[in-house]
């Protein structure tokens, strides 16, 4: 039995795995997610958010239970869940990757985006006038994201999407060898995924070697577009 801590993206919140907490329950596994500072229904002012707030709910929410968890991070999430485990190491025996964000002590997201080379993503960010947050929107954002999804379901992600501070991607990783890289990675390559592309996900799990790799035949939101093999990639990644 796994204990899963599951971290959303970018403007998502903890509705994104609605579909999955139950098929990880019913397979026997504990599975719970959070809404980071800002997102979902969390009520923390955009000029309140930090790297730091969010590892903060997240470092709460893993105490909380009464054994290591697997704690997953989608798309932006693995900036968040890898500065947790720098921060207690002891409590998360994997940390799962889902087409996430897995970069080096001291890189941050923004300054990476321009590897990316994705106009497709690039078209679906609005920024806010001040800078200060972004928001996923515009005629092509079904297809940056969503693009195997249902119609239902895109339009149930549309309606509950929020503005993601931008601190949060440009705030530079601290992470050590002795604490972060000592838990186990896991990554998950959503290998349709027309956000954050497959090429750019291998880049970063071969600079960061991880102890697996899992390929996954979907857009890069498969808690929508397909749960139940979503649910048995998060089995498999666990190890447990």
């Not at 928001?135 to 119609?151: I, M, N, R, T, V």
């Not at 093999?229 to 089995?235: E, F, G, Q």
Request: glycine share 8%.
């Amino acid at each position: 039995m796994t204990n899963f801590v599951l971290v959303h993206g970018a403007g998502h919140g903890a509705w994104c795995w609605e579909k999955t907490i139950p098929l990880l329950e019913t397979a026997g596994h504990k599975a719970m997610a959070i809404d980071l500072p800002a997102q979902g229904t969390d009520q923390t002012p955009i000029s309140a958010c930090t790297l730091g707030a969010s590892v903060a709910a997240v470092v709460a929410a893993v105490e909380a239970q009464d054994e290591q968890v697997a704690l997953v991070g989608h798309s932006l999430g693995g900036l968040t869940i890898s500065q947790t485990a720098e921060a207690i190491p002891e409590r998360i025996h994997t940390l799962v990757y889902l087409s996430a964000f897995l970069l080096r002590d001291g890189e941050c997201q923004r300054d990476r985006l321009s590897e990316i080379n994705n106009p497709l993503l690039m078209a679906s960010r609005q920024q806010s006038a001040d800078g200060k947050a972004y928001q996923w929107g515009g005629p092509d954002l079904k297809e940056a994201f969503y693009h195997l999804c249902s119609d239902e379901d895109f339009a149930r992600a549309g309606d509950r999407l929020r503005p993601q501070p931008s601190v949060i991607g440009a705030t530079p990783l601290d992470l050590t060898p002795e604490r972060f890289g000592h838990v186990r990675r896991v990554y998950i390559e959503c290998s349709l995924d027309r956000g954050l592309l497959p090429a750019f996900q291998q880049k970063m799990y071969c600079e960061q070697p991880c102890a697996m790799v899992i390929k996954l035949p979907s857009d890069h939101s498969p808690f929508y577009s397909m749960p139940e093999r979503l649910a048995d990639a998060l089995v498999e990644a666990a190890g447990k």
